[in-house]
C-alpha cells in the first residue's frame, strides 16, 4: 500500500485482548455448544467460567 491506513494502537490492543477472551471462554464445551436450557443458566456458567478465566 502506498498510503498508510490511521492506527489506533490502544484500540487494536483492546480488541486482541477481547478476542482473546472469547477464544478462551469457547475452550468451555458448555458455552461453545449453548447445551444450557434457559438464559439465566447460560450468564452464569458465562459468569463461573470468567471468574475461572480470570484466576488463572
Request: charged share 35%; net charge positive.
Amino acid at each position: 500500500r502506498l498510503d498508510r491506513r490511521p492506527f489506533d494502537k490502544a484500540l487494536f490492543k483492546a480488541r486482541h485482548l477481547i478476542e482473546n477472551f472469547f477464544c478462551k471462554l469457547k475452550e468451555f464445551k458448555r458455552i461453545a455448544t449453548r447445551s444450557d436450557k434457559t438464559d439465566r443458566s447460560f450468564t452464569a456458567m458465562i459468569y463461573l467460567s470468567a471468574a475461572i478465566i480470570n484466576s488463572r
